[in-house]
T-cell receptor, first 115, second 115 residues
Framework: AQKVTQAQTEISVVEKEDVTLDCVYE???????LFWYKQPPSGELVFLIR??????QNEISGRYSWNFQKSTSSFNFTITASQVVDSAVYFC????????????FGTGTSLTVIP | DGGITQSPKYLFRKEGQNVTLSCEQN?????MYWYRQDPGQGLRLIYY???????QKGDIAEGYSVSREKKESFPLTVTSAQKNPTAFYLC??????????????FGEGSWLTVV
């Protein structure tokens, strides 16, 4: 079974604080891909990152960083020095290599950054 | 600019009426998708298409229909058979759908409200 769990439904932080969004996944595939998307109030899902299961190196892009740990089946997302523009719903998603391009989305984490 | 265009952004429908949501992409992607998003929930797949004149049901296809007459276009019709059509609808595309792990890119979405 393929499943993504985002246990944090809503998070509020004060501007400039760091925040980590959790993502735990389940899959029986040995090759799979993990994604994060950002959904601002406008509605469009914006692609942030794609990671394959063989690459466990952490990724940093500006204030964003991702921690992929196969041992705990987690792909957590950290925003450093949060800004009001970071307020959005963030979705984690999983795609298996052998199931077509079927995506399994978590239920999302709503992040509010308070000025 | 390359991207996915959905229209209309907001649509009101009377009960018993069919309504069609438009989706056009100029990314030259073979695969296109329709997702439904309800408040506080993740995305659920309605239909997808991997090539012109071919499409497959997703997890919640009942009450919906699609067509794929052109590579660029994948309109979604919400029929009167859909019991609870009020939702946010997202169109998406990817290079292909056969092999997993291809990034899915999204349009800006369409809000459908039944009155």
């Amino acid at each position: 079974a393929q499943k993504v769990t985002q246990a944090q439904t809503e998070i509020s932080v004060v501007e400039k604080e760091d925040v980590t969004l959790d993502c735990v996944y389940e899959t029986r595939d040995t090759t799979y891909y993990l994604f994060w998307y950002k959904q601002p109030p406008s509605g469009e899902l914006v692609f942030l990152i794609r990671r394959n299961s063989f690459d466990e190196q952490n990724e940093i892009s500006g204030r964003y960083s991702w921690n992929f740990q196969k041992s705990t089946s987690s792909f957590n997302f950290t925003i450093t020095a949060s800004q009001v523009v970071d307020s959005a719903v963030y979705f984690c998603a999983l795609s298996g290599a052998n199931t077509g391009n079927q995506f399994y989305f978590g239920t999302g984490t709503s992040l509010t950054v308070i000025p | 600019d390359g991207g996915i265009t959905q229209s209309p952004k907001y649509l009101f429908r009377k009960e018993g009426q069919n309504v069609t949501l438009s989706c056009e992409q100029n990314l030259n992607h073979d695969a296109m998708y329709w997702y439904r998003q309800d408040p506080g929930q993740g995305l659920r797949l309605i239909y997808y298409s991997q090539i012109v004149n071919d499409f497959q049901k997703g997890d919640i296809a009942e009450g919906y229909s699609v067509s794929r007459e052109k590579k660029e276009s994948f309109p979604l019709t919400v029929t009167s058979a859909q019991k609870n059509p009020t939702a946010f609808y997202l169109c998406a595309s990817s290079i292909e759908v056969v092999v997993g792990g291809n990034t899915i890119y999204f349009g800006e979405g369409s809000w459908l409200t039944v009155v």
